[in-house]
């Protein structure tokens, strides 16, 4: 195995006032790892146990603090759309002409959207992409019950024939 690359000289009085300043427990370990080996110049296995991070992550640390100082620390994590077709804008685009239509009382049938979508983006893809797409962008099915579920049209028909209608007195 080769031997490990040092951190920079100044490491310990970098660390130490960024682990009073985090304001994360995933933050505080990030430094924590890093501070570690800084201070105490433990091994990464020991690191990781003590830390409760994998020995790998402990690895990528180090590495990214060598390679990138303090602003390797501080991240906010990944997140984020990686395997997207288009961007959201691009998105809005392509359903523009037919969120107008359904906006003037218009059907919206995802069918249509579709193949729309598909010809803008080069290749197939599936229905639930579709649903996803309108849900990003605000839209959802709203479908007006033909009735209520506890309706019983026996009684409509039983209040229609015994109800006395109101007489208007002046």
Known sequence: MPPRASLPANAEEILAPLMRKAKTKAEFQRVQCVWLRA???????????????????????????????????????????????MSVEQEDEVLRPFLEEAGIGGILVVNPIKISYEQVVGHAVPKSTIYRLLARHSWRKLAPRPRHPKASSEAQEEFKKNCQRSSKKK
């Open 39 to 85: 201070t105490l110049n433990l091994e990464d296995d020991q690191i990781a146990t003590a830390v409760g991070l994998s020995i790998n992550t402990v690895r990528c640390l180090h590495s990214r603090f060598r390679l990138h100082g303090v602003d390797a620390l501080s991240g906010v994590g990944r997140g984020g759309r990686r395997r997207q077709n």
